[in-house]
């Protein structure tokens, strides 16, 4: 079973994905969270971004990573794509963000970008290179005798491998992030194709969620 969560930056998908794994593993059933952004948090990794450090996450920051530390980092992480096409994507992602923002230093421009932007273009050039790469890699590694939560689907194609979706909502979003890319573009369509629409609301600062029922059995 895999369970597909839409949504806007900041509309609570892993809060209302922990909601449900807590929800499931209460009543004993084997599951799990999963994303497809993994292989990119791990590309992030060991460049030296932090993921999973929200104050910093929007930050723009100079980042001094070497051109060779970016290309074996994607090259061993994207192993679904050819060997020449992972030597590519490394090549625009570097020049995809330096066009974003760029400081010289020592003699060498070096990019200024967040950690969220980071991940927005190592995500886009590996999508250009294949549009169905992180589907094939969640396919790849997701059991299908558990419950899968996915909190971070982003597309409609991704969208449509799941057994059932989940769109997220978040009036008046504080955690809102102007952005451009892809990825946010394509929230009307996945609300759209959404089987379910939860409403999250923030009351005296934590985030309360309408319960739901899901039509899915234990066997």
């Given amino acids: 079973m895999l369970l597909m969560l839409s949504g806007a930056i900041g509309a609570g998908k892993d809060t209302f994905g922990e909601f449900l794994y807590d929800s499931f593993d209460k009543f004993g059933y ?16 060991k460049l030296g971004f932090n993921p999973d450090d929200r104050a910093t996450k929007e930050v723009p920051a100079i980042r001094h990573y070497k051109l060779s530390e970016l290309d074996d980092a994607i090259f061993k992480v994207f192993t679904i794509l050819p060997a020449y096409e992972r030597r590519m994507v490394a090549v625009r992602v570097h020049q995809r963000l330096i066009n974003i ?20 273009v ?37 969208q449509k491998i799941g057994d059932y979706s989940i769109y997220v909502e978040r009036p008046n979003n504080p955690l809102a992030v102007n952005t451009h890319d892809a990825s946010e573009a394509a929230q009307a369509l996945l609300r759209g194709a959404a089987k379910k629409i939860i409403l999250n609301k923030l009351l005296n600062y934590f985030m309360k969620v309408e319960t739901i029922f899901l039509p899915i059995r234990k066997n």
């Fill in 30 to 45: 084997n599951v799990e969270v999963v994303k497809f952004a993994d292989p990119i948090r791990e590309v992030a990794f």
């Fill in 122 to 158: 190592v995500g886009g050039a590996v999508r250009d290179a294949d549009v169905d790469y992180y589907i094939k890699h969640m396919l790849s590694n997701v059991p299908t005798g558990r419950v899968n939560i996915c909190t971070d689907s982003r597309f409609l194609n991704e």
């Fill in 101 to 120: 923002r760029k400081e010289k230093h020592d003699g060498v421009y070096k990019p200024v970008v967040s950690t969220r932007e980071f991940m927005q």
